[in-house]
């Protein structure tokens, strides 16, 4: 069946477009990314949600079988190391379609506690991303691919 591309997905420097119907698996984006020759992001752009001033940071994932990552905040002074403390599927996908995964990330900060990162994805899609500090204070955040760039979020 052929894929009628119409929504263009960034990937490192290349675009590759995607049919209008759900991509069905992360293996079919896998192989519809190797088709084009080019390699999958690898960093998501997220803002928090209501407040005033936004927060933003990058998450940067990390690589095949490894479970550190980082988060870079726009107004942050450096790279935070998460650490990928679980997985677990939270819903079995229908037929044909992924399922959904809740990861949580905990931050590595010298000297004392970080906070956590929870991320529920299905397939290549974040659904919820949220930020618990270790005081207990929660932050929403939403995905924003409008600032995408070949090598990082490029924020206004």
Not at 59 to 88: C, H, L, M, W
């Amino acid at each position: 069946m052929p894929i009628s591309c119409i929504k263009p997905i960034r990937v490192s420097s290349s675009v590759v477009t995607r049919s209008a119907q759900t991509i069905a698996s992360k293996s079919a984006m896998g192989i519809l990314v190797l088709c084009c020759g080019a390699f999958a992001q690898t960093f998501r752009c997220f803002e928090s949600q209501g407040r005033k001033a936004p927060i933003q940071l990058q998450f940067n994932f990390p690589g095949d079988g490894q479970k550190s990552a980082s988060v870079a905040y726009r107004k942050g002074s450096g790279t935070i190391e998460v650490k990928q403390v679980s997985e677990q599927e939270i819903e079995g996908g229908p037929e044909g379609r992924p399922s959904l995964i809740r990861t949580v990330w905990q931050e590595s900060v010298p000297g004392g506690k970080g906070g956590r990162y929870e991320m529920d994805t299905q397939g290549a899609v974040v659904y919820r991303m949220e930020y618990k500090r270790a005081d207990g204070k929660k932050f929403s955040f939403q995905e924003i691919d409008s600032v995408v760039g070949d090598h990082g979020c490029e924020w206004m």
